[in-house]
């Protein structure tokens, strides 16, 4: 089957510009989860949804959203690019939340903002 | 905020030993889970231990979890030069499931 697809694979943004990034999970997973790694921060919990429904979310500023569509592929959007933000985003799907047999990972999303 | 510490940071073996890396965390869980990730890419689902379980294994997996002690190890025995990763151990807590928190992982390199 095929697995977690991510697109794009690199980006360059400007400072102040806003991005969209895109997960399509395992056919038939519900649960998309979005994480972000960084050096100094490691990996990090954004937020997770489940049916269209935003279950859990990280601790990031509001400038970080997501959403879900009925064949539960998923967006994330940043808005007003900070020097910060770039970094290694990863999507995780699972079929119900990870609970039995942990999550499927993307290749992840390169953004770099300058 | 990180959930724990992972130890060793870096570890370099030859190839043919096994590897030791352990993993601490703070809070109650209903399951903790290894993942490895070569250079930057995605991660790659190892193994789940459940939090009412105190060994698994999984090939050249082994995988123990002490809850009383809040920490786990994974072991991988035989090391292969495929094998070089990064390992991060990863918790699914009972306040906050569905919300992995990771560690800062361990950079395991295995030298022919």
């Known amino acids: 089957k095929a697995g977690v697809t991510q697109t794009p694979r690199y980006l360059i943004k400007t400072r102040g510009q806003q991005v969209t990034l895109s997960c399509s999970p395992i056919?038939?997973?519900?649960?998309v989860s979005w994480y972000q790694q960084t050096p100094g921060q490691g990996l990090q919990f954004l937020f997770e949804?489940?049916?269209?429904?935003?279950?859990n979310k990280g601790n990031f500023p509001g400038r970080f959203s997501g959403r879900q569509f009925s064949n539960s592929r998923s967006e994330m959007n940043v808005s007003t690019l900070e020097l910060g933000d770039s970094a290694l985003y990863l999507c995780?799907?699972?079929?119900?939340?990870?609970?039995?047999?942990?999550?499927?990972f993307g290749s992840g999303t390169r953004l770099t903002v300058v | 905020s990180q959930q724990g510490e992972e130890d060793p940071q870096a570890l370099s073996i030859q190839e043919g030993e096994n590897a030791t890396m352990n993993c601490s965390y703070k809070?109650?869980?209903?399951?903790l889970q290894w993942y490895r990730q070569n250079s930057g890419r995605g991660l790659v689902h190892l193994i789940l231990?459940?939090?009412?379980?105190r060994e698994k294994h999984s090939g050249r997996l082994r995988v123990t979890l002490d809850t009383s002690k809040k920490s786990s190890s994974l072991l991988i025995t035989a090391s292969r030069a495929a094998d070089t990763a990064s390992y991060f151990c990863?918790?699914?807590?009972?306040?906050?499931?569905?919300?992995?928190?990771f560690g800062q992982g361990t950079r395991l390199t295995i030298n022919p």
């Open positions: 809070t109650s869980i209903n399951n």
């Open positions: 995780a799907s699972s079929l119900l939340g990870g609970e039995a047999a942990g999550y499927t």
């Open positions: 231990i459940r939090s009412n379980e």
């Open positions: 056919s038939g997973h519900r649960s």
């Open positions: 990863a918790t699914d807590r009972v306040q906050g499931a569905q919300k992995l928190v």
């Open positions: 949804y489940f049916s269209e429904t935003q279950r």
